[in-house]
């Protein structure tokens, strides 16, 4: 597609249920990143991949969270037994990676998680 | 550990006026800068990109400059306009940690007509 495409925009649901974000990248973009934004914390680093693969998952906060790229293009980001504070907008981005190195990431609309 | 400032937090300007934005680094180790907008509820649009063997990237009225050394980079825009109001991000990435990037608080700029 024409950018990178995240998916629902909004997601409200209930403390202690799973929930399943989609990242769709820009086609051709083999690294993707997923990063979250939350009013205290400003915007941190959750998991980088390169290909299918995840070379950094140092920022996921807890073993609740996980994610997966499948086929060098679409990633899913999911958190098991939500609580209150995962609320936050999750942003995918994604980026070339010619033989000279990263080119800049383009970033998706997000998707805003509210946890009741 | 990598740490982005940006000062001032919050800006407001006349409408004509240039605009001076901020970003400080402290591990001068960069693989490049990147400057982001974000208007609210959305995501983030990229502005710049300056590589870390670049001083200085422009487009149109923006102009970003970088002084790895020092660890600081600054964001022009000129002849302000009410549609340039917004947060503006500035991140820097790591090559050895996959271009993963570190993210200041932001500056909110408020461009009044």
């Known amino acids: 597609g024409a950018g990178v495409s995240q998916s629902p925009s909004n997601k409200v649901t209930e403390k202690g249920k799973d929930v399943e974000l989609r990242c769709d990248p820009i086609s051709g973009h083999t690294a993707l990143y997923w990063y979250r934004q939350s009013l205290g914390q400003g915007l941190e680093f959750l998991i980088y991949f390169q290909g299918n693969s995840a070379p950094d998952k140092s920022g996921l906060p807890s073993d609740r969270f996980s994610a997966e790229r499948t086929g060098g293009s679409v990633s899913t980001l999911t958190i098991q037994r939500t609580q209150q504070e995962d609320s936050a907008v999750y942003l995918c981005a994604s980026s070339l990676v010619p033989s000279q190195g990263w080119t800049e990431a383009f970033f998706g609309q997000g998707t805003r998680l509210t946890v009741v | 550990k990598q740490e982005v400032t940006q000062i001032p937090a919050a800006l407001s300007v006349p409408e004509g006026e240039n605009l001076v934005l901020n970003c400080s680094f402290t591990?001068?180790?960069?693989?490049?800068l990147q400057w982001f907008r974000q208007d609210p509820g959305k995501g983030l649009t990229s502005l710049l990109l300056?590589?870390?063997?670049?001083r200085e990237q422009t487009s149109g009225r923006l102009n970003a400059s970088l002084d790895k050394s020092s660890g600081r980079s600054t964001l022009y825009i000129a002849a302000s306009q009410p549609g340039d109001s917004a947060t503006y991000l500035c991140a820097v990435g790591v090559k050895a940690a996959g271009n993963k990037l570190t993210f200041g608080g932001g500056t909110r700029v408020l461009v009044k007509p």
């Open positions: 300056i590589q870390s063997s670049q």
């Open positions: 591990d001068s180790a960069i693989y490049n």
